[in-house]
């Protein structure tokens, strides 16, 4: 079975703090994401990466970067944490290069309190 | 430009009736849909998907989805709902050939009642 891991299932940081989300792939997957989750508005895009040190912006980037230095591992960077970007993050990772009809496989979720 | 509207945010359903989960898309060119649940505290699953072919889809745990393509729609059903089915369920598009990424509703809550 496929396995996505978070590195957290819960974080509070500050507002100012910078913040590292880190993510986890087992099966060789070249594509990798990250959404955000917020009641009513389903999932959004903040980046994803097709290959190693390959990143592209998905719909909501701002405030948000991403590094992929290996291609097992996708972490996204909150550079100064603010309030308005408390929310639950989704790590995915899905087979195949560009290929839309693969499915996705989703982490656990990482629940982020900004105070 | 690509979208989804699942227009009930929650449905509620005895446990051993039927139950439907709306979805309605919007893409230039042909769709590829997808069916996602999340239970509590917990990722997303896939339920199944339409890429191509036989209209009717069947997926994980009973769940089977109606491709309309006149309609647009792609509606998530299972014949006889139980409790464990109760979860957060995703609807999400995309265009095939389309350098875009998946485009996610903003998901119905299904409520199983024993």
């Known amino acids: 079975d496929v396995k996505v891991t978070q590195s957290s299932r819960y974080l509070v940081k500050r507002t100012g703090e910078k913040v590292f989300l880190e993510c986890v792939q087992d099966?060789?997957?070249?594509?990798m994401f990250w959404y955000r989750q917020d009641p009513g508005l389903g999932l959004r895009l903040i980046y994803f990466?097709?290959?190693?040190?390959?990143?592209e912006k998905g719909d909501i980037p701002e405030g948000y970067s991403v590094s992929r230095e290996k291609k097992e591992r996708f972490s996204l960077i909150l550079e100064s944490a603010s309030t308005n970007q408390t929310s639950m993050y989704l790590c995915?990772?899905?087979?195949?290069?560009?290929?839309?009809?693969?499915?996705?496989?989703f982490g656990p979720g990482t629940r982020l309190t900004v105070l | 430009a690509q979208s989804v509207a699942q227009p009930e945010d929650q449905v509620n359903v005895a446990e051993g009736n039927p139950l439907t989960v709306k979805c309605t898309y919007s893409?230039?060119?042909?769709?590829?849909l997808f069916w996602y649940v999340q239970y509590p505290n917990r990722g997303l699953q896939f339920l199944l998907k339409?890429?191509?072919?036989?209209?009717l889809v069947k997926g994980s745990y009973g769940f089977e989805a109606e491709f309309n393509k006149s309609q647009t729609s792609f509606h998530l059903k299972k014949p006889s709902a139980l409790v464990s089915d109760s979860a957060l369920y995703f609807c999400?598009?995309?265009?095939?050939?389309?350098?875009?990424?998946?485009?996610f509703g903003s998901g119905t809550q299904l409520t199983v009642l024993p």
């Open positions: 099966m060789d997957h070249e594509n």
């Open positions: 999400a598009v995309i265009s095939s050939g389309s350098a875009r990424q998946l485009t």
């Open positions: 893409v230039s060119g042909n769709p590829y």
């Open positions: 339409y890429i191509t072919g036989d209209n």
């Open positions: 995915a990772s899905r087979p195949g290069l560009a290929e839309g009809y693969n499915e996705q496989f």
């Open positions: 990466s097709y290959d190693v040190k390959m990143k």
